[in-house]
């Protein structure tokens, strides 16, 4: 059964940064880019990061180019989002999946809330 669990969010003040964590389980990880979402409440969900399956190639959305740093560890299952210079409009449920999410499934997600 393909999962997803997330792991590392919480609260930070704007300026800080936060690192979180995604295990994936089910399939064949090193064979998927993948990506990081983020969805707020009443907005859809959209691709914060992404990566080809070599970590060869990676790709931002515009709001957070320079600030977010996405990388993989295939021998661990692992993706992982380091993120630097928070701001507000950060604040959000953190979700990975493959790119695009064809699998199915989601997991919980990483709560991350960006507040003074």
């Known amino acids: 059964q393909v999962q997803f669990v997330e792991s590392g969010g919480g609260w930070v003040q704007p300026g800080r940064e936060l690192k979180i964590s995604c295990i994936a389980s089910g399939f064949v990880f090193s064979d998927y880019s993948m990506a990081w979402y983020r969805q707020v409440p009443g907005k859809e969900r959209e691709m914060v990061a992404f990566?080809?399956?070599?970590?060869?190639?990676?790709h931002y959305r515009d709001a957070v180019a320079g600030r977010f740093f996405i990388s993989r560890d295939n021998s661990k299952n692992t993706l992982y989002l380091q993120m630097i210079e928070l701001e507000v409009e950060d604040t959000a449920v953190y979700y990975c999946?493959?790119?695009?999410?064809?699998?199915?499934?989601w997991g919980q997600g990483a709560h991350v809330t960006v507040s003074s």
């Open positions: 999946n493959t790119w695009t999410p064809t699998l199915g499934y």
């Open positions: 990566i080809d399956p070599t970590a060869a190639r990676t």
